[in-house]
């Protein structure tokens, strides 16, 4: 009798050491087939292990490229410090509590990696584990639970379906050295790929007014580039969105810490405190913004750049020189004086008929030079023919010369006077700060720093003469009125200028500096550690490159305009014929009427000068001989 509980201790021994053996024969099996399964995938794949006497080289006998970092307690370390540029996959051995550690000193790493995790726990602790942030945040793992020391049970996490926005389910079993995968579920891999469907699930947006990326018409009704690209990403992955305004209206909020409390609000909060799933309004992708939220890729980039007033028109009693560059009508005039000298000689042909001396010969060969460029061969009651070659090959010349300067002269004038001349437009800041206007920014959203800490002498000028708005609209009115250069989201400022700012004949009140600043890029906004951040990342990358984002954009310009003509009231009396063609008006023609009144009044000044000469050659000689 006493040695019964001897013989059981030994059978009790026996079963232990055969449960261990079966166990580390069926985790040797699974390993096997985890590495066969694994070997397609491309990148390093990293073995972490609890347990500092497993054999890695026992455990992955057909990994390629493997690393084994075996952890202490506190599972620190750079674990994959020699493989940041590429992707990697990380199978774990260990319990689902020191994976979690684990997983937080991996929290910064790439979410995309796979994770493949063996561990032997409670059906509690897989359940709590699995919905655990950074096991949610990871799309792609899978968690092996080793039943009874002879299967594993796998399990891993679907997202949005049948209106839950993660569940944990079983993947399937491996049983007697096979693998068999649940039917229901319809996957044949370790890491199937999710978020495929959403099942129509309705997706949170915080957005506001913000055209023309958001565009509110009503409490129901939202349009605009963000709003047609986050619904364009739903239809493809099959959810619906519902947008609603920050409930604190506070616009984009911020976020602030202070003593180690966090006050976020506005939009920030909303996706702060995990209110929403998406967040946008032209939100650019900053380091500040990814620290406290994720981004999608960016499907717009947009610049920072001056709003300036609309260049002027040059004024009308210069149109009548328009057509010409000063330097051409220089050169018109010299050909005009030089011409003199041969009308002189031409005129001198006819000398023995008509000599009158030297006065007349310079008054003749004017009006024969002027006869030229007005195209009127006969200018007196003489009509000169030219008996000479020479002569007929200059007047020849000379008239086609003038020919094509006149055909020129009224064909451009006609141009000048139906779109009128303007002075050229401020295009960059040299152009800024010599035109005399102020200039600045919002006082908020960092925009005063953007020139803060450049070296460049003209950027620096720039910075230190901002004076500063509240609003954006602020921003543009006081640019409407004529003395202001507003700098904004190159975006927001065409878009604006083409829905108020530009009247039924596509003229502008304000125009936009060519040379643009601090690029940046502008993406979607969703919770930190948002799961389907991977998924909507495709469908953008998708519309991107098909041209969708930028047709948009153009398009929400294109028709803010054509309704703004629309309603627009012109200003001012325009001369119409009845078939609607314009027609010439004084305010057209002053420049004419300009120099003729200018004429008048030199003739006037030598007419009353010439009389008060005669005067006073009168008085000197009282007898006039006849």
Same mark, same amino acid.
């Given at each position: ?7 059981l201790?030994?059978?009790?021994? *026996? ?9 580390? %024969? ?6 096997e087939?985890a ?15 609890d347990?500092?006497d ?6 992955l006998?057909?990994l390629?490229? %493997? ?5 202490d ?7 994959a ?10 199978? +774990?051995q260990?319990t689902?509590?020191? !994976? @979690? ?5 991996l929290?910064n790493e ?10 032997? $726990? ?14 949610t945040s %990871? ?10 020391g002879?299967?594993? $049970?796998l399990?891993l ?17 491996? +049983? ?10 319809e ?11 959403f099942?129509?699930?309705l997706m949170?947006?915080s ?21 047609? +690209?986050i619904? @364009? ?13 920050p409930?604190?209206n506070a616009?984009?909020g ?9 006050s976020?609000?506005g939009?920030?909060?909303d996706?702060?405190?995990g ?8 939100l650019?992708?900053?380091?500040d913004?990814l620290e ?5 890729i960016?499907?717009h980039i947009? %610049?920072?750049?001056?709003a300036?007033?609309a !260049?002027?028109?040059v ?6 020189? !328009?057509?010409y ?9 010299s ?9 002189m000689l ?8 008509h000599?009158?001396g030297i ?7 004017f ?16 009509t000169?023919r030219h008996?000479?070659n ?15 300067i006149?055909?020129?002269y ?8 139906t779109?009128?001349?303007k ?8 152009d800024?700060?010599?035109?005399? +206007?102020?200039w600045?920014v919002r ?7 953007w ?10 000028k *720039?910075?230190?003469?901002?004076t500063?708005?509240?609003t ?7 640019v409407a009125?004529?003395n ?5 989201s ?19 009140q304000m125009?936009?500096a ?5 690029p940046?890029r502008?993406?979607l906004a ?8 991977t ?19 153009r398009n ?11 309603t627009?009231s @012109? ?15 004084l305010?057209d023609l002053?420049? *004419?009427?300009?120099?003729f ?6 003739s ?14 009168k008085?000197r000689?009282?007898?006039e001989?006849?």
């Open positions: 009798m006493k040695k019964l509980p001897i013989i201790l030994l059978g009790c021994m *026996v079963m232990n050491k055969c449960k261990a053996c079966s166990q580390e %024969r069926i985790t040797k099996s699974f390993m087939y590495s066969r399964e694994l070997s397609s995938v491309v990148g390093v794949k990293i073995f972490v292990t347990n500092q497993c054999p890695p080289s026992a455990s006998p057909k390629e490229n %493997r690393a084994l970092f075996t952890l307690g506190a599972l620190t370390g750079d674990l410090g020699s493989f940041k540029k590429q992707k990697k996959t990380y199978i +774990l260990m689902t509590h020191n !994976a @979690e550690k684990l997983l937080g000193v929290e790439d979410l995309t990696s796979a994770y493949l995790l063996l561990s032997e $726990d409670s059906e509690e602790d897989i359940e709590r584990f699995m919905r655990l942030a950074v096991v %990871r799309t792609k793992f899978t968690l092996a639970n080793l039943r009874k002879i299967y594993y $049970d399990y996490n679907l997202y949005y379906t049948k209106g839950e926005e993660i569940t944990t389910v079983k993947l399937g079993s491996y +049983l007697r050295d096979k693998m068999y995968f649940s039917k229901i579920l996957f044949d891999s370790l890491f199937p790929k999710k978020m495929q469907n099942d129509e699930h949170s947006v957005a506001f007014h913000y055209p023309p990326k958001v565009s509110q018409y009503n409490k129901t009704h939202w349009g605009g580039v963000e709003i047609k +690209l619904t @364009e990403v739903g239809k493809s992955l099959n959810f619906r969105v519902d947008v609603q305004p409930a604190d616009k984009w911020s976020y602030r810490e202070n003593n180690g409390s966090v976020a609000t939009l920030t909060g996706l702060y405190y209110r929403k799933n998406f967040g946008f309004c032209n650019f992708i900053t380091q913004r406290i939220m994720d981004m999608t960016p499907y947009d %610049r920072a750049c001056f300036v007033p !260049a002027k028109e004024p009308h009693y210069f149109a009548i020189i !328009a057509p560059h000063f330097i051409v009508w220089l050169l018109i005039i050909t005009f004086i030089f011409f003199l000298t041969p009308g031409l005129f001198r042909e006819h000398k023995s008929k000599d009158h006065p007349t010969l310079i008054n003749s060969g009006w024969e030079m002027y006869g030229t460029f007005t195209g009127s061969m006969k200018t007196s009651k003489h000169f008996k000479k020479s002569s007929r090959i200059f007047l020849g010349s000379s008239f086609l010369y003038v020919l094509v006149t055909w020129a009224r064909e451009s004038i006609k141009a000048v006077l779109v009128p001349s002075y050229p437009d401020l295009n960059n800041l040299r800024l700060l010599s035109s005399g +206007l102020s600045g006082d908020s959203g960092g925009w005063p720093n020139f803060k800490d450049s070296t460049d002498e003209l950027s620096r *720039v910075y230190f003469g901002f500063y708005v509240k954006f609209d602020e921003g543009v009115s006081k009125e004529g202001y250069a507003f700098m904004n190159e975006a927001a400022l065409r878009y604006l200028i083409s829905a108020k700012y530009t009247n039924q004949f596509r003229e502008k125009h936009i060519t040379q643009c600043y601090v940046f502008i993406g969703m919770p930190k550690g948002a799961p389907y951040k998924t909507v990342d495709n469908q953008i990358r998708k519309l991107v490159e098909g041209g969708f984002t930028d047709l948009w954009l929400t310009n294109e028709e803010a305009e054509i309704n703004n003509r629309k627009f @012109e200003k001012g009396e325009i001369v119409t014929t009845n078939n609607g063609f314009r027609l010439l008006s305010y002053q420049g *004419v009427f300009v120099i009144g200018f004429g008048i009044g030199l006037t000044l030598a007419l009353l000068g010439e009389n008060a000469t005669r005067r006073r050659y008085r000689q009282p007898e001989i006849y």
